[in-house]
């Protein structure tokens, strides 16, 4: 069965601090493979994604995403982060063809410490 | 400017009560979908569809019901039969094709 796994529901980081989110996902073929942060009470924003190539992928905001195929592992980092990272970040599956189909994970809450 | 437009952002609705939530793209995208969110679970996925005049159930699909009468537009009805309503709803939508979903600002529906 297709799946994705955040298995951290709360980090916790001090400004300045690196961070990775973790992320892991179970489908039948290569996926197309995203991440999307959403603050408070808003939509998805996409950070970056992956579908072929060179398996780290630069996004916005100074994010980036390396993906794993043998751990089938797409792990979000930043360097440096800051305080205005505080935010939802959620990892997700799209089919590559077919229904157009994503499954999201069920999201790592992100709180930065001054 | 294009993009996602959900009404309204929050809406009330007491039980027993059905209700509408909107969703309209200018993007000129051929996909649209519906998603429901609530802490710890994620998003699920309510409907989805891929043109004018079809539609899928996606996970959670049952109380709610949708319509697609144009390509821009793809509303959302929580009927009196969804048993837990209160949520946060997300509407997305994507070029086919491409791989990238938009997604709208999102609808926070109570029941009161």
């Known amino acids: 069965a297709q799946s994705v796994t955040q298995p951290d529901i709360h980090i916790t980081v001090s400004e300045g601090a690196s961070l990775e989110l973790r992320c892991n996902y179970s489908y039948g073929a290569t996926p197309y493979l995203f991440w999307y942060v959403q603050s408070p009470g808003q939509g998805l924003q996409l950070l970056l994604k992956?579908?072929?190539?060179?398996?780290l992928v630069q996004g916005i905001k100074g994010f980036e995403a390396e993906f794993k195929r043998s751990q089938s592992s797409f792990n979000l980092r930043k360097p440096s982060v800051h305080w205005s990272d505080a935010a939802e970040y959620f990892c997700?599956?799209?089919?590559?063809?077919?229904?157009?189909?994503?499954?999201f994970g069920t999201g790592t809450r992100l709180k930065v410490l001054a | 400017d294009g993009g996602i437009t959900q009404s309204p952002k929050y809406l009330f609705r007491k039980e027993g009560q059905n209700v509408t939530l909107s969703c309209e793209q200018n993007l000129n995208h051929d996909a649209m979908y519906w998603y429901r969110q609530d802490p710890g679970q994620g998003l699920r996925l309510i409907y989805y569809?891929?043109?004018?005049?079809?539609?899928q159930k996606g996970d959670i699909a049952e109380g709610y019901s949708v319509s697609r009468e144009k390509k821009e537009s793809f509303p959302l009805t929580v009927t009196s039969a969804q048993k837990n309503p209160t949520a946060f709803y997300l509407c997305a939508s994507k070029r086919l094709g491409e791989t990238e979903a938009f997604f709208g600002q999102g609808t926070r529906l109570t029941v009161v």
């Open positions: 997700a599956v799209g089919a590559t063809s077919g229904t157009y189909k994503y499954i």
């Open positions: 569809s891929q043109i004018v005049n079809d539609f």
């Open positions: 992956y579908f072929s190539g060179d398996t």
